[in-house]
Structures are given as structure tokens and as C-alpha cells.
């Protein structure tokens, strides 16, 4: 794997297992992020989502796939930069940020490890 790839399958590695609590035990993750109460089953359904994007992750950074390397560094600081708009507007708890910092610093490592590959 490439550097960019293993900062890709690593970050998948934490959306996957987001992902699975989010499918076992959504009403644990709700209260300790201060989230809004959802109605039965949506916070299972994210947590599916977010699975995927993770196994998505996982698999794109397995197997160096460039294109969805790149894409990632550019939708992770999109989502913080949607963290911030949702908490400055007063729709999400300020918690929340810590997840977008998450995203925003995985993106970090992957633009850096971009960069570091295309010097030889």
C-alpha cells in the first residue's frame, strides 16, 4: 500500500467501526454526542451508511484506487466544513465538531501523503 492508500484504509478502519456502533448501539452514540433524538431505526440506517463508506474507505485504500484517493481528501474537509455550518447554525451540539476535526485531519494526512508520492 502507498502511503496515501494506508491513511485512506486506516480512516476506513474508524468510519467502519462508527458505522457498526452506529448499527448496535445508536441510543449510546446519540447521548454521548448530544444528538437530536431520531425516530426508530434512522440512526441504524446512518449507521449503515456510514459502514459503507467506510468499507468503501477500506477497500479504495487497500488497493490504491487514485481517483477515489484524491476525491476523499476534498470530501472530508466538505464534511467538516458541514460540521461547522450545522454547529454555527444552532442545528447540531458543538461536540459534533470533534468528528469533522476527525475528518479534517485524516484529509490532512492524505493530501500530505499525495503530495510526498508525487516527488520521487
Not at 59 to 81: E, H, T
Request: glycine share 10%.
Amino acid at each position: 500500500m502507498t502511503q496515501s492508500g494506508k491513511s485512506l484504509f486506516y480512516f476506513g478502519i474508524y468510519t467502519a467501526i462508527a458505522g457498526i456502533l452506529f448499527l448496535l448501539v445508536p441510543e449510546t452514540l446519540i447521548n454521548m454526542f448530544q444528538l437530536p433524538a431520531l425516530p426508530n431505526g434512522w440512526a441504524r440506517f446512518i449507521g449503515l451508511l456510514v459502514l459503507v463508506i467506510g468499507l468503501y474507505d477500506l477497500l479504495c485504500g487497500r488497493y490504491d484506487i487514485k481517483i477515489y484517493i484524491k476525491a476523499s481528501v476534498y470530501l472530508r474537509f466538505g464534511f467538516f466544513v458541514g460540521c461547522l455550518l450545522l454547529i454555527s447554525t444552532g442545528q447540531m451540539p458543538l461536540n459534533l465538531l470533534m468528528l469533522g476535526i476527525v475528518d479534517a485531519l485524516g484529509a490532512t494526512w492524505t493530501a500530505f501523503a499525495l503530495k510526498a508520492e508525487s516527488y520521487p
